[in-house]
């Protein structure tokens, strides 16, 4: 059976920081940390500073930090708009 995953887009005042498929987004928001997969129901929330993370289907995990702005899921569509954005060494 194959992984079910969503088109996520990273974006920040600079341009797009990602774009790509994700079998699991998770967000630090404004009243703490959420998990998004397949088929997650529609959704906008406030971020938070903190963690940004995604998983591909091959289990790699890509992360950043991200401070303030807003995650939208929507039709397995995620897209996160932060302020500033910085990808973890």
Excluded at 55 to 81: C, M, P, Q, R, Y
Aim: proline share 2%; aromatic share 4%; net charge negative.
């Amino acid at each position: 059976m194959a992984t079910k995953t969503l088109q996520c887009e990273i974006l920040s005042p600079e341009g797009s920081v990602y774009r790509g498929e994700a079998t699991m987004v998770v967000a630090t928001a404004v009243d703490g940390e959420l998990g998004v997969l397949y088929n997650h129901a529609p959704l906008v929330t406030a971020l938070g500073s903190g963690s940004l993370r995604t998983t591909s289907e091959d289990g790699t995990v890509k992360e950043w930090t991200a401070e303030g702005g807003f995650l939208e899921v929507h039709k397995n569509h995620v897209t996160i708009l932060s302020d500033k954005i910085s990808e973890k060494a």
